[in-house]
């Protein structure tokens, strides 16, 4: 049985950081293409950064480029979100899926698949 847990999470000052992390048992985790996403209470969930099964290749969402950092261990099936310089509006609950659909990292990025693995999410809340 897949499972997915995300850790790490918290309440921060608007300008801090934190490190979200994930981990996957059931699954080849070095074959899957891996994302974090978010939703905000009252809006869709979005994909905030992708990363390929090797590490190579990321994508990041425009409101986070340059202040958040995708990264993965495969040894460890382990993802991580390093955040910084954050923002209130970063506020929300943060997902970590691992991609069943096969598209390219950042149309893995651009769709909360109901495919993926998820895990039950972190929140992260930036006071102002």
């Known amino acids: 049985q897949v499972q997915v847990t995300e850790s790490g999470g918290g309440l921060v000052q608007a300008g801090g950081s934190l490190r979200l992390s994930c981990s996957a048992s059931?699954?080849?985790?070095?074959?899957?293409?891996m994302g974090w996403f978010r939703q905000a209470p009252g809006k869709e969930r979005e994909g905030v950064s992708c990363?390929?099964?090797?590490?190579?290749?990321?994508y990041y969402a425009d409101s986070v480029k340059g202040r958040f950092t995708i990264s993965r261990d495969n040894a460890k099936n382990t993802l991580y979100l390093q955040m910084d310089s954050l923002k209130p509006e970063d506020t929300a609950m943060y997902y970590c899926?691992?991609?069943?659909?096969?598209?390219?990292?950042?149309?893995?990025?651009?769709?909360?698949?109901?495919?993926?693995?998820w895990g039950q999410g972190t929140q992260v809340t930036v006071s102002s």
């Open positions: 899926a691992a991609d069943r659909t096969a598209r390219s990292i950042g149309g893995v990025c651009g769709v909360a698949s109901p495919q993926n693995y």
């Open positions: 990363i390929s099964p090797s590490g190579q290749n990321t």
């Open positions: 059931g699954l080849t985790f070095g074959f899957y293409t």
